[in-house]
């Protein structure tokens, strides 16, 4: 499985140029390291955590700002297994964090606080896929 752990520019730039005044839901899939990957010069590099911990530290660091700037997480799951395709693609974390507009997460993500908590994020994480949508009013059929 590639490793996706920061977003490209074009693909940053992508989510810049949807609309920004609107509520958005950002659907996360994360697969953990086995051993959390710090910078050589980071506090915890030696300290064994494992990617799971590491995340753990992203979340209880990141959940005020993500609540400062009016977000929640509306759904989480523990991931059973694929039905229809990739079968090596087995997610640790799976959730939805909703934001009030696309304004909202981008203020999260330049929060200098996030800055420096996003390094938990980065040594946990193996590969993950971040996808933004737009909420629908729920209907009886699939179409």
Known sequence: MTGYIDPERAQFD???AL???QPIQ???LVAFNDRAAYPSDHALA???LTGAQAYAN???ETAPILARVGGSIVWR???ETTLIGP???VWDAMFIARYPTAHAFLAMVSDPAYQKAVVHRQAAVRTSRLIRS?????LESFA
Do not use: I, S, V
């Open 14 to 16: 992508a989510f810049k």
């Open 19 to 21: 609309n920004r005044d």
């Open 26 to 28: 950002m659907l996360n």
């Open 46 to 48: 030696d300290t064994g």
């Open 58 to 60: 992203y979340g209880a």
């Open 77 to 79: 799951a523990r991931f």
């Open 87 to 89: 079968t090596d693609e």
């Open 134 to 138: 737009e909420g629908l009013t729920p």
